[in-house]
């Protein structure tokens, strides 16, 4: 049985310090890969203080619809530690996880979701930076 991953969108009134600099790394991943010709996206696992990945959105770049920020990060956290349960491990997102990436989540028995705002919210200021 997986159970649910805790979501949190409601970073302003929770945000630990420490979450907050994952936030601004993903955001800062997000923009950095919107230079680089991909999608507005940007993910990082967390174990404890330390970040197992990164993951940017390569969907366009790839060819690969599933190539999401997220499912990159996670992948690339599975093959870092060598084992497909991320159990103990917080994916932080630059967006709301969509279906795919929430469902890669549970698969890989992550403790937590943060991310930064739900979808629509995104898609409101997805337009400041020219994707
Ligand atoms: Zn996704």
Not at 4 to 18: G, M
Not at 116 to 122: K, L, M, Y
């Amino acid at each position: 049985m997986f159970l649910r991953p805790e979501v949190s969108t409601d970073l302003d009134a929770e945000a630990s310090a420490r979450e907050q600099s994952w936030l601004d790394q993903v955001v800062a991943e997000a923009a950095r890969n919107v230079e680089a010709g991909g999608g507005p996206f940007g993910a990082l696992v967390v174990r404890g203080d330390e970040v197992l990945s990164t993951g940017v959105n390569q969907v366009t770049l790839t060819f690969d619809p599933t190539a999401h920020a997220e499912v990159v990060a996670i992948r690339a956290a599975c093959l870092a530690i060598g084992d497909f349960r991320l159990t103990g491990c917080v994916l932080v997102s630059s967006c709301e996880p969509c279906p795919l990436c929430l469902s890669a989540a549970m698969w890989a028995r992550l403790d937590r979701v943060v991310c930064t705002a739900p979808f629509e919210a995104w898609q409101r200021r997805a337009d400041r930076i020219h994707y």
